[in-house]
């Protein structure tokens, strides 16, 4: 259709030492719709490193409706993850940032100035409703900028109302927002429509940082055996990915 899959369909065994860090997880315990206790952060962890991960910025969300975290909450979980892990003697480095669901409580802290976490610098993950299209879109992000930020928009290829919307794709990308692929959108398990997104995204290198946005276990044993597009394999080995700076 794009071409992406036109050498034969193959499909190539992920290899995550490409990676190195990974900046989109949700492995902080009770914090979120993520790991519900420290015993599986642990085990999630230890199989991060069996897969080749050396670094991990977990992202908690931060979704007023939901998941009121702060970052003195996140910092808090955090601080007890690491010295569990240390305790359970797995060695990896272990980070946290959060994932911003870009809504009036965002553009609340934004206003009062107050600081948001970020992966690295300036760069902060964000995301909006994967079911719903925001009318506010647009001004959340630019008024991230004006705050001093850049956006990382996680999981593009995840709004399916934007699907076969190209031509909104490349705006927001040549207005200075980053995206960054989950992992597991390449192998149709977020659904068809999702896939052929990713499969445009990475025909137009759009993407600038891979993860896994992983939740729970079923996420992990999805990773363990994924295959991957030639297409994405090109995108690891040449370079590319920020994962490696942060």
Do not use: C
Not at 171 to 194: A, D, H, P, W
Not at 225 to 236: C, F, S
């Amino acid at each position: 259709m794009f071409g992406l899959f036109s050498r034969k369909n193959r499909k190539l065994k992920m290899d995550y030492t490409l990676i190195g860090a990974d900046m989109h997880s949700h492995l902080l315990p009770g914090i979120d719709d993520g790991s519900p206790d420290l015993e599986t952060s642990i085990a999630l962890v230890r199989q991060f490193k069996e897969l080749g991960y050396t670094r991990l910025i977990t992202t908690p969300h931060v979704l007023w409706d939901l998941y009121k975290n702060t970052p003195d909450t996140i910092r808090y979980r955090l601080d007890e993850l690491r010295e569990a892990l240390t305790a359970n003697q797995v060695d990896i480095e272990m980070e946290a940032a959060a994932e911003y669901f870009l809504d009036d409580h965002v553009l609340d802290l934004l206003r009062k100035k107050e600081r948001l976490l970020t992966l690295k610098d300036d760069l902060v993950l964000t995301e909006f409703s994967t079911m719903y299209q925001s009318m506010s879109m647009k001004n959340i992000l630019f008024e991230m900028q004006m705050a001093g930020y850049r956006p990382v928009l996680a999981h593009p290829e995840r709004y399916v109302y934007w699907h076969k919307k190209w031509d909104l794709f490349h705006e927001i990308k040549e207005n200075g927002v980053l995206f960054q692929l989950n992992l597991l959108s390449v192998t149709g398990g977020y659904g068809s429509r999702v896939e052929e997104i990713a499969q445009y995204l990475l025909e137009h290198d759009f993407y600038s940082f891979a993860g896994t946005d992983l939740h729970h276990e079923g996420h992990m044993a999805r990773l363990q055996t994924l295959e991957i597009p030639e297409k994405l394999q090109e995108l690891l080995t040449s370079g590319a990915l920020l994962n490696r700076s942060l």
